[in-house]
């Protein structure tokens, strides 16, 4: 990596590591901070979409003549009017922004209508007439793979497997004292981000603009111009504010967009298409559903000698993500443990239920939930403390994960972390206080902990782009490829900015994403926000920086490497009171036509993989993690509720206390639903949870305390030593209660979401 | 129907069909799009506004049901440079990440103040659970309302100590 940044993670930090304010709270305070769905143009038509009324059917015709008469209705089209590519996909190209022949679930789009009002466009869609011949439906991955079933895709149902081989599985359980087998399931769950789907599509000169609510502005524009047939340069596509994502607006936000561009483009006036909930929750793709076969050998003093996991996941109708999510889950579903033996095999497939893609956690909640269940019954099974058995088998520096990498570069902290939570939350004391209830409430304290592998890994190509410039009076715009999501990306990659160019936060003002001002920066997803953007933002501060500094040393009459930049002041470092104001030296650089603009371009470290053997460096840095759980059981009602939650988390460097403790209460509450809450349910592919009162989110009163406690081992190839945090936040939160449910109740869960019924059977059979 | 409103003190006559929403009527029509709409059910929140003095999901509230009304907004709360308490508190306690509930949040939080200027912790909770939020996990929204009901508290302290 390049030395500046090892240099500079040393150096005493001035603005990173300080509790800034968030720079975007006060639009969002004030109520003045736009959201696409707050967007109105002159002339502006509404955009509506017709969804198949089957979940697998062939469509024989569409008549849209009725609804092209209705007074009101601009434009109805259908797929045969895509002048552009009919398929998209980020992986395989499977799905269609507007269905032509076959529907693969109750979300896919026949038609679409732009009318000069929502009810009027409604009005429209029931006047569309469709031929439907219904297809038998697959339901799950299981029938998914039987030869029989039908075939929802020409190439079959499996979308992508893995295997990942080392050492003697065999060997490994014949060296073992105990060996067990568990089975363990999760369910759909909906992003439920609180802002709907949205695009605004404005024509212009021979393209479109497109405001959005999306994750990816780049992978937005890929295929809004792919469908509308356009150079991506003709495509801008603008993201406004953004009312959450946790991964889920990726493709459902481009298809909204190019829906939306679809109708602007063909009517030529700005068309506006808001999802309501329900659309959401019937369209979104979700957090997969996963049966995961987990067989663990110990030997009597706890050391792991064998894991053969076997995992299968619901990807639903389209391929979206699955390939990579899948990777993630296999590569991380030891947990951060040292298993000599491994054999992992894992299938996602196609059903016709809602397809899955991108979730906070990416493929890593569900295999956590299962490895972190069967660290706890392995150690029940030997008489060992959870603690302890994980401190036993947890990596450490060189330590070699089950793909073959070893883990090094970085401080490999899960140990320290363990311990840290062990003495933190009062772990011992508390075990032994909740060993001996009476009574018919009980408590008990649980742990689970993890490794993640940080940014894409052999996901795909891993950069991010970043624009700096420094106006003459002294003002610094930047611009990154890297989008707000709510997570605070903007606050904290304006800190790393003002850090690098040694001036105060309010110095900065950062641009929201748009396609046509920075380079394509690949997804803001994957925690990768901070250190790739981070790094982009950073080299380009740099740069700008080391252009001022020369100016600045002829001003100051010294060397360029003798110049500091520090709180909006430029010094000579062997000579301080020889100093020049940031802004000064900015209009100076401007009076000599100095160019003080630059572009920083960050890449990550190669990665190997190969996918034949399943083995090679996964991931270029890897991130720590551990939760402790205390809940209360009611053995009458089954009903649990959270009392405290201790999330320990080493993501190199905090670059804001401040927004990183936020991160970690919300990766809380979206943990504690999926444990005890979320559940989104289909009959027969046909989904019964399309509204927020059956499909329930975790409510204030229903939150525990959050002790958030980081341990910071800064990261050399990280700007300024930060990682992530965003998904880690989230990603053991469901194993750590479930493991404490069973300290307070012997009730062991192995299916999500734990529900009263399933504590009550539980007590029953227990 | 015509309906007349006054909407953060200022009067406005406004053409609208009888059912539509109050929501809808604050966004298309009066350009105050900081209420937001998250859902289909009245189940979010998102909407919430102070009508005639209490806190009302908009989008539940038909036209037809609406005459010579007082309504706050968030837009109505403060400006940049003369926040209202409320706002500096949220963007201090860090109450604030996507800012899709924070409209709502906000209203909620003026109603209780203005209700209870010291309200438990419980009461505090009680208002915030009226609004869905998927990012912060409630306790900086919490802490922020509670920030300010310690300061009105030292404030009734102070005022009730005999003057010495």
Redesign the interface.
Known sequence: MKAFLIEESVKKLEVVGKPVNRVDALDKVTGAAKYTADLYFPGMLYGKTLRSRYPHALIRGIKIGEAEKLPGVAVVLTAKDIPGEKRFGVVIKDQEVLVSSKARYLGDGLALVAAVTEEIAEEALKLIKIEYKPLPVVSSPLEALKEESPKIHEHGNLIKSYRVRKGDVNKGFSESDVVIERVYTTQFVDHAYMEPESAVAVPSHKGVVVYGSMQHPYSTRRVVASTLGLPLSKVRVIQTNLGGGFGGKDETASIICARAALLAVKANRPVKMVNTRSESMLESYKRHPYIMRYRVGVSEKGEIKAMEINLLADGGAYASTSPFVLWRSTVQATGPYEVPNVEISSKVVYTNNPYCGAMRGFGSPQVNFAVESIMDELAEEIGMDPIELRLKNAFKNGSETATGQVLNGHVVSIRQILRKARETSNWEGKRKLYKVQKGRLRRGIGIACCYRGVSLGAEGKDFAAAYVNVTEDGGVIVACGIAENGQGAKTVLSQIAAEALGVPVDYITFLGSDTSIVRDSGPTVASRGTIMGGGAVKEAAVKVRMKMAEVAAVILKTQPEKIIFKGGMVYDKENPEKHISFKELARRCYKKTINLSSIGWFRAPEIYWDEETGMGTAYFTWVYSANVAEVEVNLETGKVKVLRVYAFHDPGKVVNPKTAKSQVYGGVAMGIGYALLEDYKLEECIPKTLNLRSYRLIRAYEMPEVIPVFIENPDPVAPFGAKSLGEPATEVVAPAIVNAIYQATGVRIRSLPVTRDKILKGLKER | MRIELTVNGEKHLIEAEPEETLLKIL??KL????A??????G??G?CMVILDGKTVKSCQIKAKKLKMNKVV???G????GA?HPL?KA???H?A????????AM?IVALDLLSRNPVPSREEI??T??KV???????????RAIESLAEENKRKLTSKNKPQT
Request: proline share 6%; net charge positive; with cysteine.
């Open positions: 966004r298309d350009g105050l799009t900081g937001k709409k998250g859902c289909d059910t189940t979010c998102l907004t968030v837009e709360l403060g400006k940049p926040l706002q949220f963007i201090e860090d604030v990440q996507c800012g899709f509930c924070t409209p906000l909770t009680k915030v659970s869905l939020c998927r990012c912060t996990g409630y306790i900086p929204i919490i």
